[in-house]
């Protein structure tokens, strides 16, 4: 549409653009993760150093993405700790390091019952210092998106030691299903490898690259769709030809050779084409010893130790004497309850005996008679069922001409250190004042009474008791009070 402007500006029409309804994206719900899918805790116990520390965090990268890469362990923390959030969690496995002078060890709980299983460290090299001894060190991001695969060589079975660790091994990765797996999210492989003569378990962590076979580094870089660097050469044939290095011909052995059934990351990696498998450490490594293998989470009874070598007897030995430890736990935690519980039961009953008995709040009534010692008159307006409160109390309709006997308020002939001036007046509760015309009990100069006519007036002390009926001022007196008739 056009819109015409006035005759004075009309050198252009605008056109307005026609508003479109922008469709909004339908929300991408993230498919559910496999309930039996192993997660771990990587963690260090007790005081360790700065390497030992490092070698934690090379082992979160390892377990990833299935595990807490940013866990915090704090020296307050206990084991229970991690238990306890474990299991909200969904944790299945908790690798702990701890160092003792004696070495290096790492232990392998499957929660929440164990077994736990306990290897010795000889040796290990950290990620870092893999690398760099590397000539062309490799670390993709992507890579660790995924987990790894898992590979076990030279395990011997018929052993229930052996047969055990095998298994603890296996299910700290996810499993794989050949026929379903997509080979782009292999990308990683963790290797173990067992040595029967020194009983040494070797632990290596590598990246896979897939490269199509058959072609140079030249030929590949242009299948990435990158551009490559030509000034060094003035044709695009001595770019492509050029005499390949040690380096890109390692993988053209015929051995690494295999035909991808599908296609996978990498340029000139398609279905059913030849590609090479290469292997890049990533690091850490590990030379661990299998020491024992206990019954529960990291502490139960031990079915298998590489050094001590028990008997049957002893072992029954020892087994009663557990159970005497454990019945002796159960009767001091039985014990403690009824403590508390007793203790729970005295505290209320001393508050109980404690706490002060309701009294009940005095009424005005009550106090005249404890005061004077009789019944008070009834034009007071002392009524029983009014209670005694804090406050200022007046006595009838004669302060007409005041604030009441109890006012504290200097007259113009008082000075202000509170001496008495000329002239007649009301002693008052704390200090003589003298009003201007009337005095505080209603009389004017000439000794009229305002007030109602022979009615008793009561001189009161200076503590203050409460607020009567007509909101005058009365004070408690710490003697009997007085009576004056007025005239």
Known sequence: RHIDLPSCARTHTLTMGKHRNKKKKAPQIAPEEPTDLPKSFVLHRGKVTRTVTSLVGDMRGVMAPNTASHLKVLKRNVLKDFINVAGPLGVTHMLIFSQSDNGLNMRIARLPRGPTLTFRVESFC????????LAHPKVVASAFQSPPLLVLNNFPKGTPAMDLMTKVFQNLFPAINVTRIDLRTVRRVVLFNYNPDTSIIDFRHYDITVRASGTSKSVRSVLAASLPDLGAFDDIADFVLREAQGYESEGEDASTRVVLPQTVHGAGNKEQTQSSIRLSELGPRMHLRLLKIEEGLCDGEVLFHSIVKKSAKEIAALA????????????????????????????????????????????????????????????????????????RVSFGDDTKGGDGAGSKRKSDGDDRNGKKSRGDGAAGPDRKERSRGKDHGGKDKGGKDQGDGGRPKIALGSRKLGKGPSGGVVKKSKFKPTFKKTK
């Open 126 to 133: 950290l990620a870092r210092e893999v690398l760099s001894s």
């Open 320 to 391: 009663k004497r557990k159970q005497e430890r454990m019945r002796l736990k159960a009767q001091r935690k039985k014990q403690q309850e009824e403590n508390v519980l007793r203790k729970q039961a005295e505290a209320e009953e001393a508050e109980g005996a404690d706490a002060p008995a309701e009294v009940e709040e005095e009424t005005d009534a009550d106090w005249y008679r404890k005061e004077v010692g009789e019944e008070p008159p009834r034009e007071l307006g002392l009524d029983a069922h009014k209670k005694f409160r804090k406050g």
